[in-house]
């Protein structure tokens, strides 16, 4: 019963402060119906130590403030104000994972937000280590809208230690090693995988990618030769046949076809990927 009162009396007093101190505090900005909150201090004294309690209560009303607005038009400083609310919630309690959940969810879609939106996830992933959902929203942030593949990699290879049954992470990470032009980075990843893992379908999969990459490798190091002996790059792999570097054009275990892309860059038809047959285009 106690705790239900102290709930009420700090909601009364949320209530009371997130429509004061905007009056206070920022009297020329137009007034938004999810209102500027006190600093993170001020709202640390109000919770009269159940910052967990009150953390909740702001995720809460900012969560039903946005869902009002998903038939509104979301403009930038509308957005601003959901981020600095989240941000406020978190530091009163940085364990509170409905707040990641949804910053993710209402920011990760505009580019302009992301630096600050993986500053709030990276903060709280020093929080919730165990938690592999924090390094696969970096991940997906940094792989797709800053177009940072290695970054992405070592997060999302955080997250498939913490989730090891999960062999679409492994995959992935060693993929983004892979375009990050990480090639060694990605095969000492999958060849830790490979001794860790207890699961005998997902050791498999981790070796096909490896014996991929391997022969990525091998191939990379062959165009290096080529380089050294003749002082130019070849125009095909079928290049380095014809001058002894290698024996032939090695298989893609995927069932693809290795060869030469732009910037001498070892690609192969199939990408890589576990569902690509010979007579797919």
Same mark, same amino acid.
């Not at 201090?41 to 702001?58: A, D, H």
């Not at 930038?76 to 959940?101: F, G, I, Q």
């Given at each position: 019963?106690?705790?239900?009162?102290?709930?009420?009396?700090?909601?009364?007093?949320?209530?009371?402060?997130?429509?004061?101190?905007?009056?206070?505090?920022?009297?020329?900005?137009?007034?938004?119906?999810?209102?500027?909150?006190?600093?993170?201090?001020?709202?640390?004294?109000?919770?009269?130590?159940?910052?967990?309690?009150?953390?909740?209560?702001?995720?809460?009303?900012?969560?039903?403030?946005?869902?009002?607005?998903?038939?509104?038009?979301?403009?930038?400083?509308?957005?601003?104000?959901?981020?600095?609310?989240?941000?406020?919630?978190?530091?009163?309690?940085?364990?509170?994972?409905?707040?990641?959940?949804?910053?993710?969810?209402?920011?990760?879609?505009?580019?302009?937000?992301?630096?600050?939106?993986?500053?709030?996830?990276?903060?709280?992933?020093?929080?919730?280590?165990?938690?592999?959902?924090?390094?696969?929203?970096?991940?997906?942030?940094?792989?797709?809208?800053?177009?940072?593949?290695?970054?992405?990699?070592?997060? #999302?290879? !955080?997250?498939? $230690?913490?989730?090891?049954?999960? @062999? *679409?992470?492994?995959?992935?990470?060693a993929r983004m +090693? %892979?375009?990050?032009?990480?090639?060694?980075?990605?095969?000492?990843?999958?060849?830790?995988?490979?001794?860790?893992?207890?699961?005998?379908?997902?050791?498999?999969?981790?070796?096909?990618?490896?014996?991929?990459?391997?022969?990525?490798?091998?191939?990379?190091?062959?165009?290096?030769?080529?380089?050294?002996?003749?002082?130019?790059?070849?125009?095909? #792999?079928? !290049?380095?046949? $014809?001058?002894?570097?290698?024996? @032939? *054009?090695?298989?893609?275990?995927?069932?693809?076809? +290795? %060869?030469?892309?732009?910037?001498?860059?070892?690609?192969?038809?199939s990408k890589l990927?576990?569902?690509?047959?010979?007579?797919?285009?």
């Amino acid at each position: 019963m106690k705790r239900v009162l102290l709930g009420i009396f700090l909601l009364g007093i949320f209530v009371a402060a997130s429509y004061t101190y905007p009056r206070v505090q920022v009297l020329h900005e137009p007034t938004l119906r999810l209102n500027r909150l006190p600093p993170s201090w001020i709202l640390e004294i109000m919770s009269m130590g159940n910052r967990e309690l009150l953390s909740t209560i702001i995720f809460y009303h900012t969560s039903f403030y946005y869902g009002e607005k998903t038939a509104w038009r979301k403009e930038e400083a509308e957005l601003r104000r959901v981020y600095d609310t989240l941000e406020k919630a978190t530091d009163l309690d940085p364990y509170n994972m409905d707040c990641y959940y949804l910053a993710q969810g209402t920011l990760s879609w505009i580019k302009p937000a992301i630096p600050k939106l993986n500053e709030l996830l990276e903060r709280g992933y020093t929080y919730r280590t165990w938690d592999w959902y924090l390094p696969f929203f970096l991940a997906a942030n940094y792989y797709f809208q800053l177009d940072d593949p290695v970054r992405a990699a070592y997060y #999302l290879q !955080d997250a498939s $230690r913490l989730r090891p049954e999960s @062999s *679409v992470f492994s995959s992935l990470t060693a993929r983004m +090693f %892979y375009e990050g032009d990480q090639t060694e980075t990605a095969i000492a990843f999958l060849k830790s995988m490979v001794l860790d893992t207890k699961s005998p379908l997902l050791r498999k999969k981790l070796l096909k990618r490896l014996r991929a990459l391997e022969t990525i490798r091998f191939l990379e190091k062959a165009l290096q030769d080529y380089h050294d002996k003749t002082g130019h790059d070849p125009d095909s #792999l079928d !290049d380095l046949v $014809r001058a002894g570097i290698i024996r @032939s *054009v090695p298989p893609d275990p995927y069932g693809g076809t +290795f %060869y030469l892309a732009e910037k001498d860059r070892i690609c192969t038809t199939s990408k890589l990927a576990e569902g690509w047959r010979k007579d797919q285009p």
